[in-house]
């Protein structure tokens, strides 16, 4: 394990280490750009006041009042109201995210992955370990980069839900939140499983597109879209096992 921690991260240049920062700046401002327009788009189509209808007002100053508690209760009504088409509205690009998404995480994990895979062999007799003990190895030190990246989704969601958003139970922040980390994870296994078995980028690139593209393409803004992508995660992690045990490098 040591071996190959220290061979996944060793002679880190600095080429890498800016190719990790830029995805996620990538993933960040696709990120905030989606999460902008739509709170916008949100603000507008669930607030009381619209561009066409204008303000809801009195036209006599006689007007019976009532108490603060009822006004505060429109006010919170209508911000859950716009929380929950803000993370609809976000979660309708999720083509963009998808692919964003996908190129983010193969330039974060692709100097740790081509190390790993061309020292795998190598590593077993160092290690003296099963092909799948090395590959788990090596994708436990992906997820460092993973939560890099989580972090970057995660932040512009952060922003959106203290500055315009605050005070509301957040049911659809927290889906939202969830709905892009399953995500990430499964391009993250994706990717990195593909890459191991087959060694060849440009498969693992159109594999975890096309994976992501169908998946995001049919599923909705809810919670079976988190346990689904957690799903195709464990599938996709099962396979790898299975594949290395059984038939690609078992040596």
Same mark, same amino acid.
């Given at each position: 394990?040591?071996?190959?921690?220290?061979?996944?991260?060793?002679?880190?240049?600095? @080429?890498?280490?800016?190719?990790?920062?830029?995805?996620?700046?990538? @993933?960040?401002?696709?990120?905030?750009?989606?999460?902008?327009?739509?709170?916008?788009?949100?603000?507008?189509?669930?607030?009381?006041?619209?561009?066409?209808?204008?303000?809801?007002?009195?036209?006599?100053?006689?007007?019976?009042?009532?108490?603060?508690?009822?006004?505060?209760?429109? $006010?919170?009504?209508?911000?859950?109201?716009?929380?929950?088409?803000?993370?609809?509205?976000?979660?309708?690009?999720?083509?963009?995210?998808?692919?964003?998404?996908?190129?983010?995480?193969?330039?974060?994990?692709?100097?740790?992955?081509?190390?790993?895979?061309?020292?795998?062999?190598?590593?077993?007799?160092?290690?003296?370990?099963?092909?799948? #003990?090395?590959? /788990?190895?090596?994708?436990?030190?992906?997820?460092?980069?993973?939560?890099?990246?989580?972090?970057?989704?995660?932040?512009?969601?952060?922003?959106?839900?203290?500055?315009?958003?605050?005070?509301?139970?957040?049911?659809?922040?927290?889906?939202?939140?969830?709905?892009?980390?399953?995500?990430? %994870?499964?391009?993250?296994?994706?990717?990195?499983?593909?890459?191991?078995?087959?060694?060849?980028?440009?498969?693992?690139?159109?594999?975890?597109? %096309?994976?992501?593209?169908?998946?995001?393409?049919? /599923?909705?803004?809810?919670?079976?879209?988190?346990?689904?992508?957690?799903?195709?995660?464990?599938? %996709?992690?099962?396979?790898?096992? $299975?594949?290395?045990? #059984? #038939?690609?490098?078992?040596?």
């Amino acid at each position: 394990m040591k071996a190959l921690i220290k061979n996944a991260f060793s002679d880190y240049l600095h @080429v890498e280490v800016l190719a990790v920062i830029l995805a996620a700046i990538m @993933v960040a401002a696709v990120t905030s750009y989606i999460a902008a327009d739509s709170v916008y788009k949100a603000s507008i189509i669930g607030g009381s006041v619209t561009p066409i209808l204008g303000a809801p007002g009195h036209l006599s100053g006689q007007v019976q009042e009532k108490p603060p508690e009822y006004y505060a209760s429109k $006010y919170l009504a209508m911000k859950e109201k716009i929380a929950n088409l803000f993370g609809a509205l976000v979660w309708s690009n999720s083509g963009l995210l998808s692919s964003v998404y996908v190129v983010a995480v193969m330039i974060a994990l692709f100097p740790m992955m081509y190390r790993t895979r061309s020292s795998f062999v190598p590593l077993l007799f160092r290690e003296r370990a099963s092909p799948a #003990r090395t590959a /788990l190895t090596g994708l436990g030190a992906s997820f460092v980069l993973f939560l890099l990246l989580a972090f970057s989704a995660l932040f512009p969601l952060e922003i959106v839900s203290l500055k315009w958003l605050s005070g509301i139970s957040q049911r659809s922040l927290i889906l939202l939140a969830s709905i892009l980390i399953s995500l990430l %994870l499964t391009a993250t296994l994706a990717v990195y499983s593909t890459y191991i078995l087959w060694g060849r980028l440009d498969l693992s690139i159109v594999f975890t597109l %096309l994976l992501t593209f169908l998946l995001s393409g049919k /599923l909705g803004f809810e919670w079976r879209t988190v346990w689904t992508y957690l799903g195709i995660s464990a599938g %996709l992690f099962v396979f790898m096992l $299975y594949s290395l045990h #059984r #038939r690609l490098m078992n040596v």
